[in-house]
């Protein structure tokens, strides 16, 4: 199944959003590398590195990944466990263009509904997500690692016409 979307006139290509092949991981395990170390200032260089082993070896591969094409080449993606978003990454190239709205949409239309966890240190990614029609439903303080970045779990649709963010926790 692929997907034609129209992004905004700052560029003037389309982008097709494809299944993940096996000849898409370098690129897209370096991408997710690029856009992590730009908005993950706040984890450790060493961890992000480990972490962009597990994305090319078991991640990308396992779990139900969808990728933006634009000129030809990889320029986003996101990963589905079942409803479940386990990351959605643009080229920082890229980003602004509409591309991480084309690959919600892409997902939405086909779950019908969709979570996430987002650290909230990263304001601009909560932002995104919050234009995007999620909302915060639930945070923890520490991140899969037991590091001290918490986390909020988002949603769309939203529980009971829910807009907000939990606060942290006392």
Not at 109 to 128: D, I, Q, S
Request: glycine fraction near 8%; proline fraction near 6%; include cysteine.
């Amino acid at each position: 199944m692929y997907s034609v979307a129209r992004i905004p006139a700052q560029q003037t290509s389309t982008v097709a959003i494809r299944p993940y092949e096996s000849r898409d991981n370098q690129r897209l395990s370096a991408l997710w590398l690029e856009a992590s170390l730009i908005s993950h200032t706040f984890l450790p260089e060493s961890l992000l590195l480990t972490q962009q082993k597990l994305v090319a070896e078991k991640y990308l591969a396992e779990t139900e990944t969808w990728v933006a094409i634009a000129d030809d080449l990889p320029v986003g993606f996101i990963g589905l466990m079942d409803q479940f978003i386990g990351g959605l990454f643009v080229a920082p190239e890229a980003q602004g263009m509409g591309i991480g709205g084309e690959l919600l949409r892409h997902a939405f239309e086909l779950k019908g509904h969709l979570a996430l966890e987002v650290y909230a240190a990263n304001h601009r990614a909560v932002a995104f997500y919050r234009r995007h029609g999620f909302c915060g439903v639930r945070r923890r303080e520490t991140d899969d690692n037991g590091l001290p970045h918490p986390l909020i779990l988002m949603q769309k649709p939203c529980p009971s016409g829910r807009k907000t963010t939990p606060a942290p926790s006392a």
